[in-house]
């Protein structure tokens, strides 16, 4: 398993994070189109921050079941925590803020979040 760097713009915010990167998911709703996030999906337990969680901000919308998380300095959004349909706890990683990935290696799966 390969572990994998990762921050905001400003180094405020870092991480690690444990996985293989196979695949990506580009959603349309109203906040990730703005955003511009590739998402990776890991267990939380996965995603290491090596930043206090108080250094974070926090926000939600519609349904308020995700946590969009962000750097309150620079803005960047390195992830957000929601639960998968069985209830397991989940991070959906911004692999646009991970160290070394050749972004356009990674396969991305489109996700229409407007309709949902």
């Known amino acids: 398993m390969t572990t994998h760097q990762g921050s905001c713009h400003c180094g405020r915010v870092t991480f690690e994070v444990d996985g293989e990167i196979d ?6 709703c109203s906040i990730c189109q703005r955003k511009g996030s590739l998402l990776w999906f890991v267990p ?3 995603l290491r921050l090596s930043t206090p969680e108080s250094d974070l901000a926090s926000y939600t919308f519609n349904k308020h079941v995700i946590q969009h998380r962000f750097c309150p ?3 960047i959004h390195p992830y957000g925590e929601g639960k998968a349909p069985n209830g397991d ?6 692999i646009r803020c ?3 990935i050749d972004l356009a290696a990674v396969p991305v799966h ?3 979040g407007r309709a949902k």
Not at 23 to 28: E, K, Q
């Open 44 to 46: 939380r337990t996965s």
């Open 110 to 112: 489109h996700f229409d």
């Open 89 to 94: 706890a989940m991070a959906a990683v911004n």
């Open 23 to 28: 695949s990506a998911l580009s959603c349309n």
């Open 98 to 100: 991970i160290e070394g």
């Open 73 to 75: 300095t620079c803005g």
